[in-house]
């Protein structure tokens, strides 16, 4: 996921616009903002057609009404609160690491064989563990969103701060810079975009990590909410959730993107 | 300052011994607190008990049945996934204005639950694999079409130049120049994708299924079957190590091969 | 041994390459830039210029003998010696002020101090205007000259300067070293100049040291008995000529070498 990452989303701002397009400023956004549209349209055409899936507007009635009447409160807190915490531990660990294993050939050796080796591991099954260790609850979902939030930060911050120009490092030594200095002035600085690819994809799997864990074993959690309203058979409510979800992971991922975006820029 | 000559470095703390020493510290760690009961056995069996209970599972029916439900699963569902990534990387590359449209949803799937449609697929495809296949499906599809787009986009423009110079048809272009000349950065999305078609198979299997590895894990956990559970665990992460070292050699022969 | 400036003892450089082998990139080069002194290094491609300047800088020890500057063994960055490098080392999240001032803001001065400084000496390298500017938006020759103002600026007795003006044109290169050459009869500082270009090497130092192909030595110390201050007129006078087709004459048997070494000479029908 590192190096691959990096160069993937290194291509987004490659991006190179037809003429027309670029002549006409707007068609992009508004390319972009068709997309939603004409999903919701299809679903409203769609959803007559099976019973499985519920209208959209009883959908969005019963999104409204969670937070008219608040009964979808407890669920947002209770994910939201173990997707950021998860993810703050997570990355309060894989930055620095990191930034270590990126700086240090040695360090990089050792561990790197460990980190890319059991990338495929598939992080959900250790949930079990941390069940068995902390109990159904706050602690078990928040370590599991952790520990997924930790390889991608990991890994990507290691390939960013390894792309660190030479030629910036040997400046920060010919000044007699401290390492904090080098990390903070030089290359933290240099790699800020390669960095927010970690950041990013540690806060999409954060994310999902905590509602996979959710449907497994919760005691509250918008995922628990999807399980059971699904489990009674309550679509518009089921469907409401999953789509408040998925607003919400589509917004926060934007929202990183964007920053990553202004890095570059910059 | 940096030294010019190397003095060799001590052969103990070679990187590789270095790393088996600490993989190995910690194994025994972990069996000297399970042993000496500081941890509970409910909680962590010591891990010679689960390496025993991972080479009788092994050796069990069962077990080749989960393992040849979820290959085929990861197998169908990367081979889905990959067609379909592939289709849209080259599409997004064709026509740059639906990459653009369409590049901010794709980069937001990763995050995207998408098992929440396990259900309408449940409808559609009844019980079993296919559900789960599909959603992993998804899931592999978004590396490998982010990087065939990318790969692509990488393609210095004089090569679709020769081409056209030697009057190339259509087929011969995409087959003998743009082809080959992806292909270096189109293998690292499809091993990530392979990647993730395991992973999102496990995963799904674990949360829904009744048959596979995954669901294997979950339903000791379940049935306070500890040992069991470390023991699948750890069989799971094997594999995953295995597959995982097998494709990077893969991807490094194909890169290898191309230059 | 000499008490003040840079001095050279045997210096040889040999790099662990990355499959575990040694590239001896200098085998022995001695020399003394004495205070004040202006220096050119002038070598075939992959000689070990930049290695030796490295060297000196104290960013590399090197494998057999020293450098000494101003009777203190050279262990580490110095204070008294500031580097500009050959590949462009702008920050390129910072303005051309917050690029020039980095330096003293490494070395602890306060912020306004080291800003109003900065100022001062970006004019002096003629980018007076573009203080607010981040490097994507100046030419490759003015990210140069924002790298030796930064030098400028830490006010050091020696200056090592990496083929600066690289990534110029002739005519900006010789404008630009014009610069340089009236900002040192300025300050009279030391300076070690690598340069691939003999007129430029010529024109601006009191000596060239001429180098080997890799593993280097050095070959010839040229010394340069043309009048200070040098005027345009210089380039003109026969003596420049001379000096010129002499450091000419020592390189062409060295780059040759050098592509051969390479195999780059060995075309096969
Ligand atoms: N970090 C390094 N590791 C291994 N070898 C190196 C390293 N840096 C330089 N070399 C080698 O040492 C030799 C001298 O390099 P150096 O950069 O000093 O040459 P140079 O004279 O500055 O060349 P140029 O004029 O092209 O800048 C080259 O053969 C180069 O390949
Ligand atoms: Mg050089």
Known sequence: MSTIETSTVTGLDTVSYPRAARSRRWLLPAGRVAVPVVALLLWLVLAPLTELVPAPIPTVKEAWDGFATGWIYPGIQATASAVFTGFALGTAFAFPAGYLLGRSRYLNRVFEPLITGTFAIPRIIVYPILLTLFGVGFQAETGMVAISAFFPIVMSTAAAVRQASRTLLKLGRSLNASRAQIAMKIVIPEVAPGIMVGIRIGFSISFIAAIIAEFFAAKEGLGLMISRAHAGLDLPRMYAIVLLVMIAAFGGNMILWWAERRLRRS | MNRTSSGGGTLLLRPPLVRAALVLAVVAVLEAAARGGLVEPLVMPPPSVMFARLVEIVRSGPFVTDLVVTGATVATAFGLGGLVGLMIGILFWRFPFSGAVFEPYLVSMYSMPTIVFYPILLAVFGLGTKPIMIIASTMALIPVALNTMVALRAIPPTLPKLARSLNCTRLQTYRKVLAPAAVPMVVPGLVLGFIYAVIGTIAMEFILASRGLGYRTGFFYRSFEIADMYAYILVISIVAIIVNVGLNYFERRIRRDMQ | ?269
């Open chain 3, 1 to 269: 041994m000499q008490r003040t400036g840079v001095v050279l003892d045997r210096v040889g450089v040999v790099y662990t390459t990355n499959d575990g082998g040694s590239l001896e990139a200098v085998r022995d080069v001695s020399g003394v830039v004495a205070d004040g002194r202006f220096v050119s290094l002038i070598g075939p491609s992959g000689c070990g210029k930049s290695t030796l300047l490295d060297v000196v800088g104290g960013l590399l020890r090197p494998a057999r003998g020293g450098v000494v500057i101003n009777g203190e063994q050279v262990s580490g960055p110095r204070r008294d010696t500031a580097m500009v490098f050959q590949e462009d080392s702008t920050l390129h999240w910072r303005t051309v002020v917050g690029n020039v001032a980095f330096g003293l803001e490494i070395a602890g001065v306060g912020r306004r101090e080291r800003e109003a400084r900065a100022r001062d000496v970006i004019k002096l390298v003629g980018l007076a205007g573009f203080e607010d500017r981040h490097p994507r938006e100046l030419s490759g020759g003015m990210k140069q000259r924002v790298a030796i103002a930064r030098a400028l600026l830490l006010d050091p007795r020696i200056m090592l300067m990496d083929e600066p003006f690289g990534a110029l044109d002739q005519q900006t290169r010789m404008f630009i070293g014009r610069e340089l050459l009236r900002v040192w009869e300025e300050t009279r500082k030391s300076v070690l100049f690598v340069t691939h270009d003999i007129q430029e090497a010529v024109y601006l130092s009191d000596e060239v040291w001429v180098m080997s192909a890799r593993p280097s030595v050095i070959k010839s110390k040229i010394a340069v008995d043309l009048d200070r201050p040098r005027a345009p007129g210089t380039m003109g006078s026969r003596r420049f000529h001379e000096l010129t087709s002499e450091v000419w004459e020592l390189l062409r048997v060295e780059s040759e070498k050098a592509l051969d070494a390479s195999g780059e000479l060995r075309t096969t029908p």
